[in-house]
């Protein structure tokens, strides 16, 4: 069993930047794949990002590569989302997620945070 639970949403101009945290609770995260999503109103959860178990290989959407980067810190059992250069399509509640394996599907996920809500202004 994994808790997650997700914070540093907030308010923030475009381009901005936010970092997000997730801090797992238990003792496997090191044994999980990591992956972050997001949902804007009326629409569906999408994938954002993803970090293997071990840190070393790393996914990210087409939408935000080059502006956003997940890593994760196995000693302190947490994944952060760093998200620069923010526009308002980024606007939406975000959500760390914990999977066997490193996916793209928000299927593939066992565990879910509660989410936080990011919003940029234009």
């Known amino acids: 069993q994994v808790q997650l639970v997700e914070s540093g949403g907030g308010l923030v101009q475009a381009g901005g930047s936010l970092r997000l945290s997730c801090a797992a609770s238990?003792?496997?995260?090191?044994?999980?794949?990591m992956g972050w999503f997001r949902q804007a109103p009326g629409k569906e959860r999408e994938f954002v990002a993803g970090?293997?178990?071990?840190?070393?290989?790393?996914i990210r959407s087409d939408s935000v590569k080059g502006r956003f980067t997940i890593s994760r810190d196995n000693a302190k059992n947490t994944v952060y989302l760093q998200m620069n250069s923010l526009k308002p399509e980024d606007t939406a509640v975000y959500y760390c997620?914990?999977?066997?394996?490193?996916?793209?599907?928000?299927?593939?996920?066992?565990?879910w945070g509660q989410g936080t809500q990011v919003t940029v202004s234009s």
């Open positions: 997620a914990a999977a066997g394996a490193l996916s793209l599907v928000p299927r593939s996920y066992d565990y």
């Open positions: 970090v293997s178990w071990s840190g070393a290989r790393t």
């Open positions: 238990g003792r496997t995260f090191s044994s999980y794949a």
